[in-house]
């Protein structure tokens, strides 16, 4: 038997980062997720100067600020007003000492102009307009290549492209930004008595729930799902899937097949196989675990049972997946306290189903802790992490705790 961390750090080991690809920012521009999560694996620097021209920073009157140094309350100073200048006016205009632009946020400052005076400093004339305060130099512009010049680094290498990062990449007057890609998922379930979602399941048979949820996971981790596919109870069988769907995956998931009973056909497949291994792993749930490549494409075997299932990924599959996408393998925990007493087996790192008290900082158990348990699966919040040699969690202990909410 592995303890949980030698068999962890053995499939996150063999894992490599995918090769860099630059993709185009025509999606991302268009308002698509396509590039959100990816990591960057190359410095974004910017072809242009931001902003792109001076412009105001208010809605006011574009200004000689010498020609309102006199202006206060009680004096103001009366300028004509020579037109409008909207945001999007595209013309080159020009200011004639003595006489003023009314000009809107974001417009293009006419030249000679040197400040803003906001319209609340005026009484909002169109023709003529009373500026009741003197304004320095400057005020109210924003100059070209204030914020960035370019060749700037807009955003580094080794960042996750987040919804702040579109604007300074989009601004940047670059095409394409080189990132990690995100990696493709096949998942796989078997089981001969496993009958498609949505339809009703006979006597002896169960609905195929393992391979929507390994799929959403994987989404829900950033990769790309790119088949969900089920196989019948025999080496042939699997054999012949997994082939099929290895040329578009960059790691394959299997779920049931695995322990040790008669028609294991993940087993029958792979065992004795140089390139695979099934081992136990000190845990629970989640024991019997399979791991091994195909055509050089990594495959992870998991027990079918749902929550073995769901365990399995977030802890091997999730990690895994984050290495090939240029990421830190571990997903984030939390601390938590014991709210309520619950026991591990010996000798096994127990990953309990918990609920968050109020307060999100304390736990107590769900449901039975049986790895064929739904309910208690669907209203779990999060997977306490229990150590090997604990078998029996106490009230007030400090434990940590995987949250479920948004594993991306
Ligand atoms: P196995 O690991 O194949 O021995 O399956 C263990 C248990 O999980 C059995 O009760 C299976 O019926 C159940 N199971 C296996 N695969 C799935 C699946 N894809 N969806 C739901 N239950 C499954
Ligand atoms: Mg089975």
């Known amino acids: 038997m592995l303890t949980f961390d030698e068999y962890q750090q053995r499939v996150v080991a063999a894992m490599r980062q995918l090769p860099p690809r630059a993709v185009d920012l025509s999606g991302a521009a268009a308002g698509e997720a396509d590039l959100l999560g990816l990591m960057t694996a190359q410095p974004v620097r910017t072809a242009v100067a931001l902003p792109g021209f001076t412009n105001s920073a208010m809605d006011g009157y574009a200004v000689l600020a010498a020609d309102v140094a006199s202006a206060r309350e009680d004096a103001p100073v009366s300028l004509p007003v020579v037109g409008e200048i909207p945001a999007g006016d595209t013309r080159s205009l020009k200011l004639a000492p003595g006489s003023c632009w009314r000009i809107m946020t974001g417009a293009p400052l006419p030249e000679g102009a040197d400040a803003v005076v906001q319209v609340e400093l005026t009484d909002g004339g ?8 003197a304004v320095e130099t400057g005020r109210a512009i924003r100059h070209r290549g204030e914020d960035v010049q370019p060749g700037d680094e807009v955003v580094p ?3 996750r492209l987040r919804p702040r990062h579109l604007p300074a990449l989009i601004s940047a007057g670059v095409d394409e930004v080189t990132v990690v890609p995100r990696p493709r998922v096949a998942v796989v379930s078997t089981g001969d008595e496993l009958v498609e979602p949505g339809r009703r399941p006979g006597h002896g048979q169960v609905v195929d729930s393992n391979a929507p949820m390994l799929a959403a996971l994987a989404t829900e981790c950033g990769f790309e799902v790119t088949a969900v596919r089920r196989a019948g109870d025999t080496a042939d069988a699997v054999r012949s899937v997994l082939s099929e769907v ?3 995956a960059d790691l394959i998931v299997t779920s049931g ?7 294991e056909p993940m087993k029958l497949a792979f065992e004795g196989s140089d390139h695979f291994d099934f081992v136990k792993v000190a845990m629970q749930p989640g024991k019997p ?7 050089g494409t990594p495959v992870f075997a998991l027990p079918g049972n749902p929550v073995s299932s ?3 990924f977030l802890v091997f599959v999730a990690p895994a997946g984050r290495v090939l996408a240029g990421r830190d393998p571990q997903l984030p925990t939390v601390e938590a306290a014991v709210a309520e007493r619950w026991t591990s087996p010996p000798g096994r790192q127990q ?5 968050f008290d109020e307060d999100g900082r304390v736990v107590r158990p769900i449901g039975g802790q049986g790895s064929h348990v739904l309910g208690g699966l669907a209203g779990s919040q999060a997977l306490a992490i229990v150590p090997a040699d604990t078998t029996e969690v ?3 202990e400090t434990l940590r705790v995987i949250p479920l909410e948004g594993i991306a």
């Open 157 to 159: 290498a080794g960042v």
């Open 246 to 248: 290895a040329a578009e």
């Open 351 to 355: 990953f309990a189903r918990v609920v």
């Open 394 to 396: 106490a009230v007030g």
């Open 310 to 312: 769901l365990v399995s």
């Open 126 to 133: 169109l023709q003529q307009v009373q500026i009741r305060e």
């Open 257 to 263: 097949g695995v322990s040790a009973g008669a028609f």
């Open 289 to 295: 675990q399979g791991f091994g490549t195909l055509d």
